[in-house]
């Protein structure tokens, strides 16, 4: 009667992710709603002369903000696998992601292998092709 497509992981164990997953993001709103109250108050109190040393303390906060934002809508919008079968399952080739992976990252949507071959295909488009010319080689025994 069990045939859920992620049956690869118990009952238990998905109850430990979707908690995992659920303290993640409400230790994130909670510390985001902090961040936004400690600005609000250094808004209003602050002068005129230091304007532009807060924008810069400003700018560094919300880089940050904007990191753990981005975590938080991938959370988000991991919740809900949890109320289908699909949590657990590689959205690239359909295959078993394991639990091991899934614990260390509850976010994770791609099995390692395709994992690391995206990265592969990542890195290689960033540092584009190899120049031909290291590739040629100067052997000095040749003559020997
Ligand atoms: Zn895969």
Redesign the pocket.
Known sequence: MSSRLNDHLTEDQLETLRDKVLAEIERIETKLAAENMHLNIANSGRDEVDSANDDIIKHSELRFTTRETLYLKKLKKTRPMFDGDEYGI?E????EITFQRLIARPTST??I??KEESERDELQSFHGRKSKSLGQQINLSARA
């Open positions: 590689c690239d080739c359909g295959s791609m099995c292998g395709c």
